[in-house]
């Protein structure tokens, strides 16, 4: 069985000493109890489109891929199908950056849309509103202040 983690669980397991691929300072950013908005950037054919989902909505898989409720994100991923590569802005207030609270990071993945399956159906019991999960398997993340 497939386990995903929630904001909640990623900060049990996180607490335990549980170690994640992802950079630390990013998930400490997904996990913490204070939301923020996370902006996801796609290309199309008239330019950047960005769309928007909360930190608390992200699920952090074992194998590090960040699953994403999706309700609308038509046009997202329309631009996905032709150009598959993402770009994020996921920040907080709260957590220490390099110059004191506040950090964020830019986080570049593929992606993939997920229609059936566990993942989809584990997001599927917290979100009863999606029509697919995006799935994104991260390529990077910088650190950004
Ligand atoms: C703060 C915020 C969070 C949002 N979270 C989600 C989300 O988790 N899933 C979703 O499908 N749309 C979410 N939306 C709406 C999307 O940003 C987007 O406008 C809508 O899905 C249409 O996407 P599209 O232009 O790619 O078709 C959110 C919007 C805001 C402002």
Redesign the pocket.
Known sequence: MRITLSANKLLTLKQKGCIFMLNEKLLDVLSHPADG?ISIVTSGDDGP?V????NS?ITVTPDDKLL??????????R?LSTLNDATLSIASREIEGYKGKGTGFIVKGTTRFIKSGEDFESMKEK?SW?RAVLEITVTSAKQML
């Open positions: 908005a489109h769309v928007n989902t909360w909505y994403v409720p999706a309700s609308g994100f038509v046009k997202t991923e631009n979100f999606i």
